[in-house]
């Protein structure tokens, strides 16, 4: 569920981890579709939430090894089996780790566990954050830098790559999408008494199969900064994102979110503020009140009420029908999303 570092000769590592939930949207904005896929809808649906994974790391040699991770999710209606990791690493030394093969990208900083829920607060990460970027993995090359500090680990990555023939949701449709010259870098500073600072960096040539938004080859890039922090009994996420896509279909972005929670025996109440801003005044914004219960220390109760709206004719998550596209004239949502659900890992 994380980089696998050396493994002797021989040796595997297996691990599995998932998530089971389900999602309601009301409020005004019943009988709409919101989410990346559009998939959490006015009925009690699973789909949008639900996923299913496993990794397994092998030892070739003392130094390098092999690893796999296969996710089940839901799209559009349907199951589909994905490959996110398959790759060769090589720990050329205590420090330096290499790898080459499809790899996460670096884009947010849960980019490494998107999938594993139980990594992080929410049953749904800020749609706000990060639905900005519709691309989980790559194939190409990273390499990783660590270096152990008197009061805290440095990390460094640098990655290059692309990635090819990859689906892009939009208007409740899927269009083919290549990203060329993928090229990133990511710090972070690790303490355990100051919690993780994250900086990243990512630019890629974005190719859209879609001619009316004029995305054809097109430099973006992406900027994420992001702080954790957990003593054991408070805890915080917090990132800041900006996103830039050439073109006069595709206006920038900035977005973040703030969250703090407080742990009271096995539970743990939370709270996130979360806001996607584009040019013209358009934006989306979002209050989000959880509750997570630990019932074993591998599996976490989740429970959340999200209430998210939009200004100034921008549709943010929700997807709008064609006929409000078409004629751009597309209204403010006010929606109200309950999501219960069960996170572990084994």
């Known amino acids: 569920m994380t980089p696998a570092f050396a493994l002797e000769q021989g040796d595997y590592r297996f691990n599995a981890f998932g998530t089971a939930a ?9 009988g709409r579709n919101y989410g990346i896929n559009g998939q959490t809808t006015d009925s009690w649906r699973g789909d949008q939430l639900s996923k299913l994974g496993t990794q397994m790391s092998y030892g070739l040699t ?45 884009t947010y900083m849960y980019s490494e566990t998107l999938d594993v829920g139980f990594s992080y607060p929410w049953l749904r990460l800020p749609d706000e954050v990060y639905g900005q970027i519709q691309l989980s993995n790559y194939e190409g090359v990273d390499v990783v830098y660590s270096l152990p500090l008197s009061f805290a680990t440095l990390n460094i990555q640098a990655l290059a790559g692309q990635a090819k023939d990859r689906d892009y949701y939009l208007f409740d449709e899927f269009y083919d999408t290549d990203w060329d010259n993928l090229v990133g870098a990511s710090l972070s500073l690790a ?19 879609n001619p009316l938004l004029g995305i054809a080859d097109s ?15 408070w805890i915080s996420a917090n990132e800041w994102t900006r996103r830039t896509i050439d073109g006069p279909m595709s206006p920038d972005q900035n977005a973040f979110y703030l969250m703090g929670g407080r742990r009271l025996g096995d539970f743990l109440p939370h709270l996130t503020y979360a806001q996607l801003d584009e040019e013209k005044g358009a934006r989306q914004s979002s209050w989000t009140l959880g509750l997570n219960y630990s019932l074993m220390p591998n599996v976490t109760l989740k429970g ?9 004719g921008f549709e943010g998550m929700f997807v709008p029908s064609a006929l409000e596209v078409l004629s751009q004239n597309i209204p403010d949502f006010d929606g109200e999303i309950i999501s219960l659900g069960i996170d572990f890992v084994f």
Do not use: M
């Open 22 to 30: 389900v999602t309601y949207l009301g409020g005004e904005a019943e």
């Open 62 to 106: 003392d130094s390098l090894n092999a690893t796999a991770q296969l996710t089940a999710k839901a799209e559009q209606d349907s199951w589909k089996a994905n490959l996110e990791w398959a790759y060769l690493a090589w720990q050329a030394n205590d420090h330096v780790l290499l790898r080459a093969g499809r790899l996460r990208t670096a």
């Open 191 to 209: 303490s355990n008494d100051y919690g993780t600072l994250r900086v990243a960096y990512n630019q890629a040539k974005l190719t859209i199969d």
């Open 219 to 233: 430099k973006g890039s992406f900027l994420s900064v992001g702080y954790q922090y957990d003593d054991g009994s």
């Open 304 to 312: 959340e009420y999200k209430q998210v709206k939009t200004e100034n």
